[in-house]
């Protein structure tokens, strides 16, 4: 079972990115997938869960309204939509697939990708 995250980049500040959560050995639509990020110096933080019937929860404040969640049942993907970035979203963010429910605490994942590395230039 392997989750992998794409999408990372440098971008300036005020632009976009679009982070992809791809699986193998493990079909996405059956778990609640989260997107995490770490800053450089401090905790692993939630930022947005989605359930395996589509209803999205937000952990972080400050990305309400820029950042969205996503599935592409198809493609067997979860999507993170992230608008209006600032310099405080730079971190390096993870996709993780959990069995039963979606959760701020990283530690109840049972699947994690190896993250994807965004930096946001002010």
């Known amino acids: 079972v392997q989750l992998q995250a794409s999408g990372g980049g440098l971008v300036q500040a005020g632009g976009s990115l679009r982070l992809s959560c791809a699986a193998s050995?493990?079909?996405?639509?059956?778990?609640?997938i989260g997107w995490f990020r770490q800053a450089p110096g401090k905790e692993r933080e939630g930022v947005l869960c989605?359930?395996?019937?589509?209803?999205?929860?937000s952990y972080a404040d400050s990305v309400k309204g820029r950042f969205t969640i996503s599935r592409d049942s198809a493609k067997n993907t979860v999507s993170l939509q992230m608008n209006s970035l600032e310099p405080e979203d730079t971190a390096v963010y993870y996709c993780?697939?959990?069995?039963?429910?979606?959760?701020?605490?990283?530690?109840?994942?049972?699947?994690w990708g190896q993250g994807t590395k965004v930096t946001v230039s002010s």
């Open positions: 050995g493990l079909t996405l639509n059956y778990y609640h």
């Open positions: 993780a697939a959990h069995r039963y429910y979606c959760s701020r605490r990283d530690q109840s994942y049972n699947y």
């Open positions: 989605i359930t395996t019937s589509g209803a999205t929860t």
